[in-house]
């Protein structure tokens, strides 16, 4: 039976090792599978330099028509599973037909790499960056090999950084002012404000602040819309009278949130909003919704704005 | 419904309690084992039971005193975790991260106390975010136990004078900022918290609201405590700030709460040096705020301020505290038109305490607290409320108390006034209090003018009121009766003038008494009268033209006619007696006709009025008693005066007494310092017919009874000794056969086969037989006298 399972056995084994695999920062990735890997994190044009080493199974060969390494930035919609749509496609040919006895390693280098879009895993759709390398054979068929890794790509703070500011309110029922610090965030930024009641005939039980994300995918007609609560917050307990301000203080450390996405590549969008939610003795709710932006800061200078 | 909304509670409570205690443990587990990331999350699970709305204040106070022991160990744990380098800053970045905002809230306030400790950060700054974080909580009995909480972590790290976490500059008024501030948002959920909820629990709110007074009043307790606040600070900051809170919440409870703590936390010179802020307040509460409370502490304090020492009296003047006080009790009264009685009373009777400690030398002050209680009386409709009345008393007895001089009382003409506004009883016990204080005071009243205005007080107990009383109680009555006798015995002068227009005035005011009254107030009157009698006699020398107008008759005559009015009421013994000491006085006096005349009337008495046997003994031995002293008779009145002495005395009706009333008549007959008076023969002859009736008393007992008692002998004996007595005294007619004779007599009469051995008659011969023997064995010429007799 031994030679049968050895028939479906890989020939060899690929793998990628990066050339700065010990320096450069490890993220966690979460996979089709719902693994979590770690993988190495780059940037837009960073140079990825690596080896792709090729180790048949001892006592045998690998015959092949010729060796690639592929640099792919793709787009998954969720909607067309399995079908991805490059964005990013660079190639180098490792090596001429031929044959392989024994462990041979194949050095690439990719410079200066262009990705301007982050790895995102949303609800609908994904962004991933990979290498794949491509043993390509006749029969029995080619062996491919993915290795994948995270881009993040950090913006300077931005020059323009307005407050939200807006009186709001049901005539007669309810008027409130509200005030976020900023129209735009870092990922680890807090979010300074203040909620001013101007009128409450209403009994408030409670005031929560929710970060929502709104994921959409498609466009024109077939835009698909996917909205969901990263954070509730609670900010206020009970019922206010006119005149009491209520402080807001959020982190946005804890929650998992990603830079805002415009119109990725045309394929995704995704947004984030401040959701003021009050809810009433009767559990009625009463909302309003800003859009905030949010950003990636170079991680040295987010440190330090950090309270 | 009441005993189930009990019942669901205690319910509540203990799944609370267990939700509580469950997550401290796994918290205990994660401080042991040094997990600050569980220690977060189960220390936030812990503190979620604390956001449950269904218990009432007493006993969400249980849950939340489980929880902050276990905040404790919590802060314990983070102090630990920061001195092995965890960074504050981070740490107390961490616990905001909570999603609920209470635990969240709870978790801050405990790192920010360590926070504070590492002095990473200012204090200021600190404190400052954490109250104004607190703000998140508008639940007012989730909000009122979170700022508790915050003022209990953060009382000994505010930035106070002298103070480690002591700042820069002005660090003074960060403290007092930050306890301003939580002070006032916990007064305001306090407030709120009555305006929530049904409107059928208001009584209950009401009662749970003063549960959780003290969680408000602590912050001024704190602000007392800072070593910063000075008195420029409380005048020009703390004060205004704090009653600007107490004006604007515009809620009675809490405004009578805090004006009475700001009264009862902050010291005396402060309230003294910024009384006019503090005054100008009370008009502006709300009009269910008991004021008067609030006002009668505030001077209470003031006036055992005062009372502390004089030291501090000029600052009292400085300040012009009375006059302070006075304007703005008078606003208090005018903005509380319905104010009861008993509060504007009780307002005055504080004024008036204060006054008397603080300006005790002025009576116009006084007189004119009096003067504004007097006018408020007036405006108003009867005085029924007996509690007023108390406060009335309470008003008028400062005064008396404090100058224990009846006089000042006499000087304050609206005194008077307000005595009219009470009821008679309250009125007779004033007139009671008075009467203590003036005996209490031993002073005596020397003028009539005095007297008169004091007996106007008091006389409530002189009179008899328009509506009668006719369950008065008798022992209350003569008690009261006896007071006002024993003050009469007060009054008095060294100036005869003076001392005659008293009695006069007194008479006056007690002869409108009443027959109830008069045997009491009369007696002492004569009394005094007969005293001042007497000393016009001492002094007759030494009497120039000037006092001519008072003489002796004179007040003989005013004596007679006060007790001509005892002759109304059927007290014939009481004017008996009275008659027989004015003519002892009278004869104190040299004026014969007058003690006769007396004498007459006494007589007059004894014959017309006395006809009970025993109080015909009791005054013809008064007579008799009086009649023996009398020095200024001539023989003619005297024995017209004797002889009906005697003749009473025969006519008495049992037999025995008449035997004494006869025996001792004869001591009318023979005064030693008298030379007109020694007739031995009538002494003979009263003491042997005294000896017929006993006698006759002997045989009588025979008769009837068929044994000889022994009150017989008793007679005998007692005759013996009247023997003696004369025989001693050298009457001739005495013999000592006579004496011997009746020594055996009663001898037999005890040896008597049918005598009854009494041992009271036996002790009394024997002590009378030993006598005799003493005197024989003393030696010298009564000796001499006493050897004759034989035993």
């Known amino acids: 039976m031994n030679f049968i399972i050895d028939a479906f056995k890989p020939a060899c084994h690929v793998s990628v090792t990066f050339a700065d695999a010990k320096l450069r920062k490890q993220v966690a990735l979460k996979k089709e599978n719902g693994q979590t890997e770690m993988v190495p994190l780059f940037r837009s044009q960073d140079n990825i330099i690596g080896t792709v080493s090729v180790e048949p199974v001892p006592g045998r060969k690998v015959e092949h028509k010729g060796i690639k390494v592929e640099l792919l930035g793709q787009i998954e919609m969720y909607s067309d599973r399995g079908n991805f749509y490059d964005f990013t496609s660079l190639v180098r040919e490792l090596d001429i037909p031929g044959e392989i006895y024994e462990k041979k390693d194949f ?12 790895t995102y895993s949303g609800i609908n759709v994904r962004l991933r960056y990979v290498l794949k390398v491509t043993i390509t054979r006749g029969y029995p068929g080619s062996i491919v090999q993915f290795q994948d890794f995270v881009v993040r790509n950090n913006s300077p703070s931005p020059s323009i950084n307005n407050s939200i500011k807006m009186e709001v309110g049901i005539e007669d029922c309810l008027h409130i002012e509200f005030e976020y610090n900023k129209s735009k965030y870092h990922l680890k930024d807090v979010i300074i404000g203040k909620i001013y009641f101007l009128l409450v005939r209403i009994k408030m039980k409670n005031m929560d602040l929710e970060i929502r994300r709104r994921e959409s995918t498609g466009s024109g007609t077939s835009t698909h819309v996917e909205t969901e609560t990263l954070a509730k917050y609670e900010l206020m307990d009970g019922a206010p009278v006119r005149g009491e301000s209520i402080p807001i203080r959020l982190f946005l450390s804890p929650y998992e949130l990603t830079p805002t996405y415009r119109n990725t590549n045309n394929k995704f969008s995704v947004k984030y909003y401040l959701n003021l939610v009050l809810v009433d003795e009767e559990d009625r709710r009463y909302f309003k919704q800003q859009e905030i932006t949010i950003y990636r800061l170079a991680e040295s200078s987010e440190q330090a704005e950090a309270l | 419904m009441v005993a189930d909304g009990v019942e669901d509670e205690e319910k509540w409570l203990s799944a609370g309690m267990a939700g509580l205690q469950q997550n401290a443990f796994y918290m205990h587990r994660a401080l042991d084992s040094n997990n600050l990331k569980d220690a977060l999350k189960y220390s936030t699970q812990m503190l979620s039971e604390l956001r449950t709305s269904k218990l009432s204040p007493h006993k969400y106070y249980v849950l939340y005193m489980k929880a902050f022991d276990e905040l404790r160990k919590l802060e314990i744990f983070f102090k630990d975790t920061i001195s092995l380098g965890f960074s504050i800053v981070e740490l107390y970045e961490l616990v905001q991260h909570a999603g609920n905002i209470l635990p969240r809230l709870y978790l801050l306030c405990t790192v920010g106390s360590v926070y504070v400790k590492t002095k990473e950060a200012p204090a200021k700054d600190i404190l400052k975010d954490l109250v104004e974080m607190c703000r998140g909580i508008q639940h007012p009995l989730r909000g009122l136990f979170l700022r508790s909480y915050l003022s209990q972590v953060s009382r000994d790290k505010l930035p106070d004078i002298g103070s480690e976490y002591e700042g820069d500059a002005d660090t003074v008024m960060d403290a007092v900022e930050f306890v301003l501030q939580n002070f006032t948002e916990m007064n305001k959920l306090w407030v709120r918290m009555q305006h929530q909820g049904p409107v059928n629990e208001k009584g209950k709110r009401e009662k749970e609201r003063n549960e959780l007074r003290d969680l408000i009043g602590k912050n001024l307790h704190v602000l007392s405590q800072i070593e910063g606040v000075d008195l420029d600070m409380y005048k020009e900051v703390v004060l205004p700030r704090v009653l600007e809170q107490v004006v604007n919440c515009k809620d009675d409870l809490a405004q009578y709460y805090l004006m009475d703590c700001i009264i009862q936390v902050f010291p005396d010179e402060y309230h003294l040096q910024s009384l006019e802020t503090l005054l100008s307040v009370c008009p502006q509460l709300q009009p269910s705020v008991d004021v008067k409370t609030v006002l009668s502490r505030l001077m209470d304090r003031l006036s055992s301020y005062a009372a502390s020492g004089v030291e501090v009296l000029p600052e009292f003047f400085q300040v012009e505290a009375f006059m302070k006080l006075n304007n703005a009790i008078h606003k208090v009264i005018e903005a509380q038109a319905d104010m009861p009685m008993v509060g504007v009373i009780t307002l005055y009777a504080s004024l008036l305490t204060f006054c008397l400690q603080v300006h005790p030398d002025r009576l116009d002050y006084v007189d004119q607290i009096l003067g504004s209680c007097v006018k408020e009386l007036s405006g108003r409709e009867g005085l029924d409320d007996s509690k007023a009345a108390r406060q009335i008393i309470a008003l008028l007895s400062a005064p008396l108390e404090k100058y224990k001089d009846i006089d000042t009382a006499l000087k304050l003409s609206n005194y008077r006034c307000i005595m009219e506004y009470l009821n008679d009883s309250m009125r007779k ?36 009121s328009d509506v009668e009383t006719p369950d008065e109680l008798e022992d209350e009555f003569k008690e009261e009766q006896n007071s006002v006798a024993r003050l009469i015995q007060m009054l008095h002068s060294d100036n005869h003038e003076e001392m005659l227009n008293i009695i006069n005035t007194v008479r006056n005011h007690v002869l409108m008494g009443g027959a109830k009254r008069l045997p009491y107030t009369i007696p002492p009157l004569i009394f005094s009268s007969l005293k001042l009698a007497r000393r016009l006699e001492g002094h007759d020398q030494s009497v120039t033209g000037e006092d001519v107008s008072v003489t002796p008759k004179k007040i003989f005559q005013i004596v007679t006619q006060t007790i001509d009015a005892l002759a109304s009421i059927p007290v014939p013994g009481l004017a008996l007696g009275l008659y027989l000491q004015c003519a002892e006085a009278a004869d104190d006096c040299d004026l014969e006709p007058v003690a006769y005349e007396f004498f007459t009337q006494a007589y007059i008495l004894y014959e017309e009025e006395i006809t009970d046997s025993r109080a015909q003994v009791t005054s013809i031995h008064l007579i008799i008693g009086t009649l023996q002293r009398m020095h200024a008779f001539g023989v003619e009145n005297r024995d017209a005066l004797t002889h009906k002495a005697t003749g009473y005395s025969a006519k008495l009706l049992k037999k025995p007494d008449q035997c004494r009333a006869v025996y001792a008549c004869s001591h009318l007959f023979w005064i030693d310092d008298h030379d007109n008076v020694r007739d031995g023969e009538r002494v003979l002859f009263c003491l042997k017919r005294a000896l017929r009736i006993a006698n006759s008393v002997q045989q009588m007992a025979n008769a009837t009874r068929g044994s000889s008692g022994t009150a017989s002998v008793v007679l005998f004996v007692e005759i013996l000794n009247k023997y003696i007595y004369f025989y001693e005294k050298g009457v001739p007619q005495i013999t000592v056969e006579s004496i011997q004779d009746l020594i055996e007599l009663i001898r037999n009469e ?23 023997q003493f005197q024989k064995d003393k030696g010298g010429a009564i000796s001499d006298k006493y050897k004759l007799i034989a035993l």
């Open chain 1, 107 to 118: 050095p690439f280098e990719f410079s200066t790499v262009e990705m301007p879009y982050e």
């Open chain 2, 429 to 464: 016990e004033m007139a009671n209090i008075i009467i203590q204080n003036i005996m209490n005071n031993k002073k005596t009243i020397s003028t009539a003018d005095k007297v008169d205005g004091l007996f106007e007080l008091i006389k409530g107990l002189i009179k008899d």
């Open chain 2, 750 to 772: 005890l040896r008597g086969d049918n005598a009854k051995s009494d041992a009271v008659t036996d002790a009394f011969f024997s002590g009378t037989l030993r006598y005799i």
